[in-house]
């Protein structure tokens, strides 16, 4: 059997991005840690509906995300293996997913650690910038964006048209972009409504569970040396 690696970082990282931003949306006072932009809007609701207490997270997201940003070109540019670099990138990002679901399960008592509150959802937004930059590092390495999907499902649309207007012709290509388009945006979808009932039960220490698995796909992709590779 023959697996395609870039079909399987892609359908990982969307359930990734999926399951965070929905994760912390839900328990991190509406929050978005991998749509970082559609935190603006979020803090301009807070802000008319007079909310103003909890507005300042979202705020200060932004910054964090950009950090995260200068930080990954940081280590792509001083990286001499950039494969190596770009995968220190997913390596890092499940380091921190681990740790703030770790971190939120042990202190989940402790009500008093407003600092955890903050800090724990703002970790979440720094990894999952780290993810965004490998998008952008590693184009090739994922079939599309991974953490936004309004261009994927706008390009999803574009690949069915142009399909439908070549179905007699059966067009291979249009078919191969409708699969790539629905390996990312399908496990986003399933991320988000896990990610939502999930952490509805455990809380953001459920943050944990995408970490494990990008770090299985960081040891994943660092032991592969073609886009396919065999398994058993």
């Known amino acids: 059997m023959r697996i395609n690696r870039i079909r399987v970082t892609s359908i990982t990282l969307s359930f990734v991005a999926g399951f965070a931003d929905t994760s912390t949306f839900v328990g991190a006072d509406g929050l978005f840690s991998a749509h970082i932009t559609g935190n603006f809007v979020v803090f301009a609701y ?49 380091l921190i997913l681990i740790a703030a679901g770790g971190l939120t399960y042990f202190f989940r008592y402790e009500k008093w650690i407003y600092i955890l509150r903050v800090f724990i959802p703002m970790a979440i937004v720094f990894a999952l910038g780290l993810q965004n930059s490998f998008g952008r590092f590693s184009p ?9 999907m309004t261009g994927n499902v706008t390009q999803l649309f574009i690949d069915m048209t142009n399909y439908l207007k070549h179905i007699k012709s059966g067009r291979q290509e249009f078919i191969d972009k409708i699969q790539n388009g629905i390996c990312v945006i399908l496990p986003f979808l399933i991320g988000c409504v896990s990610g939502g009932i999930i952490t509805k039960s455990l809380g953001v220490s459920s943050i944990v569970i995408p970490g494990i698995l990008v770090f299985i796909l960081s040891r994943f992709t660092d032991s592969s040396n073609s886009n396919l590779i065999a398994a058993p």
């Open 140 to 148: 090739k390495d994922v079939l599309a964006p991974t953490t936004v």
């Open 46 to 94: 807070d802000i008319v509906t007079n909310q103003i207490s909890s507005s300042w997270i979202k705020l200060i997201s932004f910054p964090v995300f950009i950090l995260s940003v200068i930080l990954s070109t940081l280590i792509i540019d001083n990286s001499k293996n950039f494969k190596k670099g770009s995968n220190g990138l997913l390596i890092i990002e499940s």
